[in-house]
Nanobody, 126 residues
Framework: QVQLAESGGGAVQAGGSLRLSCAASGDTWSITCMAWVRQAPGKELEGVAHVDSNGRTIYADSVKGRFTATRNNAKNTLDLQMNSLKSEDTAMYYC????????????????????RGQGTLVTVSS
């Protein structure tokens, strides 16, 4: 089994920055895709940034140019640097992992995500 632990959320004003970190433990050899997904109140789960073990990275259109995901396979970590934050970025952010490729995770609408962390709250005030 894989366990994921997130850290780094908090409250920030619009235009500010935050950095989220995720550390995976357990059967990390089985992970292909690591991703950050988020869910705002009353909204569906949304993919934010996805990184395959081969380094292929996929960003949601809404965060391109503002967010940067960095995966370290040796340390089993996935960080998310979030700049130019907007009020619409307010959500619970979850680290997620799966044996499948990130494209497959996206194509199945995140319905079959193998593992998700407990989440860290990001609040952006305007």
């Amino acid at each position: 089994q894989v366990q994921l632990a997130e850290s780094g959320g908090g409250a920030v004003q619009a235009g500010g920055s935050l950095r989220l970190s995720c550390a995976a433990s357990g059967d990390t050899w089985s992970i292909t895709c690591m991703a950050w997904v988020r869910q705002a109140p009353g909204k569906e789960l949304e993919g934010v940034a996805h990184v395959d073990s081969n380094g292929r990275t996929i960003y949601a259109d809404s965060v391109k140019g503002r967010f940067t995901a960095t995966r370290n396979n040796a340390k089993n970590t996935l960080d998310l640097q979030m700049n130019s934050l907007k009020s619409e970025d307010t959500a619970m952010y979850y680290c997620a992992a799966d044996r499948a490729s990130c494209q497959a995770v996206i194509d199945t609408g995140y319905r079959y995500l193998a593992v998700r962390g407990q989440g860290t709250l990001v609040t952006v005030s305007s």
